[in-house]
């Protein structure tokens, strides 16, 4: 959905008509004023955004999620940087109903189009995050880089509870058979870096989450943030390291993340706030603050948002739960659970963890339960180009037309996480013969070449012996062969 130019009121607010019904008499008391103040303004922003025929392809829309049984997607192009400060995450489409950033089955997020594709990105299993803890104090900011609303900041005690959100999140909720959804998760902080060491710590390990801690403002290319006293850096610098190293999500404790900086006459500069200037680079996600937000506020966000992330949660479904905890503490009328704001990248699904479903039992090479023994080595090669092959590494191989594969293939039928092919230990002596298996997750099935013509195999499992012809999707599509090295000719 974009949003398009348009007059304003002096507050650049949209024009809204009062409702007969708010008035200071009706409620009896401030907070049922302001909340119905609150919600009118919510639906005044729906009413306006959501006029004509878009109204009939939203609802075509959520019609199609709701058959399918999924959520729907709902992403916000704000292109006049006049508009970007309006609080869009209040939206409702009727009185009663949840304000839009406030749903798991619609969920919102904003974002920009004006940006390059995504590269493929690597599929992770474990949460792991690097937490920066900047500037705690304003003293050594320059003047004319302050904001009305910095303040000090209780950094160490932010640190913590996201450390401990994600250890406690390792051993709770456990399935009744004792097994815990929630991901391996790793914090790694840094106190007040340089920028030399910030880069170098970027580079030397594999992170998914940045987390940054500290003050910021507005400013051209991205805004500031502070990492200590004689060190600062701006969104379109840091933007180069962050994608380089392909972390998925940013996220920013700091004021003003989410606003435009200001030229000299006032007027907010387009593309300029530090989420929407990473996002043109190529981070998938960034959430980060629409306005000054108190520290008990952002601790009680964090601790609900990481856990939801650490159980492999998408991002924008993540942030949905983080808002509903901020409202039942901070209540509805207040803005606490507005003031975060998430960016996604057109392209990017949410997934940051891959979720326990869509994942094999897969055991790397050095784990004791392989027993000393390794996989052995096999490929795939399509029977057009027998020449070409791809190496099945460390015993196992995903397959589909999503980029995050270890083989993407495309053709009709395939789906984008389409099937798996994976080695199982016999656990007998050496004379076995190696066990691959292949399972597939696909809607419309894997094609096997067997004696009495073509098997079509959906959602199971089964053995794959040396040779074995393939076709993941339809009868049309490419056939494959399946090779255990050594094995490939007969003897």
């Not at 907070?31 to 004509?52: A, C, I, K, N, T």
């Not at 705690?136 to 900011?141: C, G, S, T, V």
């Not at 993941?472 to 003897?491: K, L, N, W, Y």
């Amino acid at each position: 959905v974009t949003v398009p130019r348009f007059a304003t009121n002096s507050q650049g607010l949209p024009p809204i008509v009062p409702d007969p019904e708010v008035s200071a008499e009706t409620g009896s008391s401030t907070m049922s004023y302001s909340s119905r103040l609150m919600q009118h303004l919510g639906l005044s922003l729906w009413q306006w955004l959501f006029d004509g025929s878009i109204k009939s392809s939203f609802d075509q829309s959520e019609g199609i999620a709701i058959g399918q049984g999924r959520p729907l997607r709902l992403r916000l192009d704000i292109r006049d940087p006049d508009l970007i400060s309006l609080p869009w995450e209040i939206m409702q489409s009727e009185p009663g109903k949840q304000a839009v950033s406030l749903s798991q089955q619609l969920l919102f997020s904003r974002t920009t189009t004006a940006v390059d594709p995504l590269p493929p990105s690597r599929a992770d299993y474990a949460l792991r995050v690097l937490l920066v803890l900047g500037q705690a104090n304003d003293q050594a900011i320059a003047p004319e880089a302050k904001t009305n609303g910095d303040r000090p900041l209780n950094l160490e005690q932010e640190a913590q509870a996201l450390s401990l959100a994600l250890e406690r999140r390792a051993v709770a909720r456990l399935y009744p058979s004792g097994f815990s959804p929630a991901a391996p998760s790793l914090v790694d902080t840094l106190v007040q870096p340089s920028l030399p060491e910030l880069v170098n710590h970027l580079e030397a390990s594999t992170y998914n989450v940045f987390f940054y801690a500290g003050h910021g403002s507005p400013a051209p290319d991205g805004g500031l943030l502070y990492l200590s006293p004689t060190a600062c850096i701006n969104g379109t610098e840091l933007a180069q390291v962050l994608t380089r190293c392909q972390v998925k999500l940013a996220v920013f404790n700091a004021c003003w993340g989410a606003q435009p900086a200001k030229d000299a006459n006032q007027a907010p500069m387009p593309r300029s706030s530090l989420a929407e200037v990473l996002i043109h680079h190529g981070v998938p996600a960034v959430l980060a603050m629409r306005d000054m937000i108190a520290d008990e506020e952002a601790l009680s966000f964090i601790e609900v948002f990481a856990q939801a992330l650490a159980e492999r949660t998408p991002i924008d479904r993540a942030v949905a739960i983080g808002r509903q905890q901020l409202l039942t503490l901070y209540k509805f009328n207040q803005p606490a659970w507005t003031l975060p704001v998430l960016y996604m990248h057109p392209e990017f699904d949410g997934e940051l963890i891959r979720p326990i479903e869509e994942g094999v039992t897969e055991i790397p090479e050095t784990s004791t339960t392989w027993l000393g023994r390794r996989a052995p080595s096999a490929f795939l090669r399509p029977m057009e180009v027998p020449s070409q092959t791809w190496p099945i590494q460390g015993g196992i191989m995903r397959v589909g037309k999503w980029e995050g594969n270890d083989l993407v293939i495309h053709g009709p039928g395939v789906s984008r996480k389409h099937a798996e092919i994976f080695y199982r230990d016999a656990m007998v002596d050496d004379s076995s013969p190696p066990s691959f298996y292949l399972r597939d997750f696909s809607r419309y099935g894997t094609l096997i070449l067997r004696e009495d013509g073509w098997q079509r195999i959906h959602h199971r499992e089964v053995m794959l012996s040396s040779k074995t012809q393939l076709k993941f999707g339809s009868h049309r599509c490419q056939t494959i062969e399946f090779i255990v090295d050594g094995m490939a000719e007969p003897s």
